[in-house]
């Protein structure tokens, strides 16, 4: 059971780094669109306006970069991971500031405090994301990583079916 359970968790950080690359080189040729993508151990689903002959032939391409190297393509600055990590850390910021006040009116009083804080967390998640997205969520190793089937689920929401080891 924990070895499936590793095996789903590889799997996902293999089909998040082929996301991102499909991200990037779909948005060189479709300049101004904006993507989006969500990845599970059995693929992704890419968000944004496209066709599934499109992102059929840009998944095989991102593929074929990723397997010769370009590790980079697998980190995104759009990445959820980004956004988790400044979230999570202008939480932890705002705790601290507002600890060992026992009235809103404290509380308020530190507003600006929080404020600053979160601007610094945001800076900070800019920062520590990608390095995050390299060393934990994604992973450009494919391995035997290899494109199923890409279907347009409905509009502007397409799937795309991997299969790996």
């Known amino acids: 059971m924990l070895t499936q359970f590793l095996h789903h968790i590889n799997q996902t950080r293999r089909n998040h780094a082929l996301e991102h690359a499909t991200i990037h080189l779909i948005g060189r040729k479709r300049p101004g669109k904006a993507f989006a993508g969500h990845s599970n151990p059995f693929g992704f689903i890419l968000v944004g306006d496209a066709n599934p002959e499109l992102v059929a032939q840009t998944a095989s391409e991102a593929m074929e970069l990723l397997r010769q190297g370009h590790a980079s393509l697998a980190i995104?600055?759009?990445?959820?991971?980004?956004?988790?990590?400044?979230?999570?850390?202008?939480?932890v910021f705002a705790l601290l500031a507002t600890a060992n006040t026992t009235s809103n009116q404290q509380r308020w009083s530190r507003f600006p405090l929080v404020m600053l804080l979160s601007l610094v967390a945001y800076l900070?998640?800019?920062?520590?994301?990608?390095?995050?997205?390299?060393?934990t969520t994604t992973n450009p190793h494919l391995g035997q990583t290899r494109l199923l089937s890409v279907s347009?689920?409905?509009?502007?929401?397409?799937?795309v079916h991997t299969s790996g080891s």
């Open 76 to 91: 995104h600055e759009g990445c959820g991971t980004n956004y988790a990590i400044s979230g999570g850390l202008a939480a």
């Open 124 to 135: 900070i998640g800019r920062s520590l994301g990608p390095i995050v997205q390299k060393k």
């Open 152 to 159: 347009r689920i409905f509009n502007n929401v397409i799937w």
